[in-house]
């Protein structure tokens, strides 16, 4: 079974602590990811608008560390068509997808995109919590929904073959993405907000529209999205799982673990290598093998087939 997972900062976490990705105490570590069928991982490139001002050169700096570690390890490869993902996983490698989490990283323009595309990012979280130069944030209180520049990155990125993810965006900027999108888009790592009321998780309405243009939701493993304050297993995550699946259906839900990137996780999932607690859990409720593929890996790979 492959595994596909949406969304984790391991890779810039290492990268601000000088560590490596092949064997750490982190969440994710290729050495890991190596014992499953096959796995496939959204890298997040992710600067902190909280603590550093987010720029287009840091982010190659991330970039060309990235490729450092390819160079390393011949178990790690950056993919940048469904093709390079086939022929990785074929020879039993770790696929990598580098993504963007934040549109500040663009620095306002056009060109920097397609240089970003044309060093391998695949991939761009359009807003972090608040506004960017491309929309507005879910933590943001203008709601000022896509900016024209905004508008333009999307319409960009889908004809480059990019893949847009509105995690993190506040309802307006959604629902402008979702009424220009001509291509499947994601939700790389948000929960269902009416099994937790949180700004992060997305409406029954919002599913339901990622759904139609053919795209996926990664669910989120922090806990803050997930439960109210307390113990929690991954039963919580599993409650989310079924109610994505009861408005949209089991071909729109996927990972987005978020590993590295939040504080706590169920605890009975300390990180990658306990995922399959998460299919077994499914199976044991009667969901088929064929659905438990889906979500683990099948339903991302499909839309990575038609866009990237």
């Known amino acids: 079974m492959v595994i596909v997972d949406a969304h984790c900062d391991t890779l810039t976490v290492a990268v601000n602590k000088n560590t490596d990705i092949y064997e750490n105490n982190f969440h994710w570590d290729i050495k890991r990811a190596l014992n499953y069928d096959g796995f496939v ?15 287009y050169e840091r982010a190659i700096q991330y970039i060309h560390k990235a490729e450092s570690f390819e160079k390393e390890y011949p178990q790690f490869r950056i993919c940048r068509s469904f093709h390079d993902i086939r022929e990785g996983l074929a020879q039993k490698k770790v696929c990598a997808l580098l993504s963007i989490e934040g549109g500040e990283a663009l620095g306002g323009q056009t060109e920097n995109l397609s240089k970003l595309y044309d060093k391998g990012i695949r991939c761009v979280t359009l807003t972090w919590n608040y506004a960017n130069e491309l929309g507005d944030g879910a933590k943001e209180s203008r709601h000022g929904g896509l900016t024209p520049f905004g508008c333009e990155i999307v319409k960009l990125m889908q004809e480059k073959g990019m893949i847009v993810d509105v995690s993190h965006a506040d309802e307006k900027t959604f629902w402008d993405c979702i009424n220009m999108s001509v291509k499947p888009i994601i939700a790389s790592h948000s ?46 995550l599993i409650r989310h799982i079924e109610h994505i699946c009861e408005v949209t259906g089991c071909d729109a839900v996927g990972l ?9 996780l169920p605890e009975d999932v300390k990180g990658v290598e306990n995922l399959d607690i998460i299919f077994n859990k499914l199976a044991s409720m009667n969901y088929s093998e064929s659905t ?3 979500i683990a890996g099948e339903n991302y790979l499909r839309i990575l087939s038609e866009i990237i």
Not at 256 to 264: I, L, T
């Open 191 to 236: 929960n269902a907000r009416a099994v937790h009321d949180n700004p992060r998780n997305l409406k029954n309405d919002q599913l339901k529209a990622i759904a139609n243009t053919g795209g996926v939701i990664g669910v989120n493993f922090y806990t803050e999205f997930l439960d109210k304050p307390g113990r929690m297993d991954a039963e919580a």
């Open 292 to 294: 438990i593929k889906k």
């Open 41 to 55: 991982q959204f890298m997040a490139i992710f600067q902190n608008p909280d603590v550093v001002r987010p720029t």
């Open 256 to 264: 987005g673990a978020d590993f590295d990137g939040m504080e706590s």
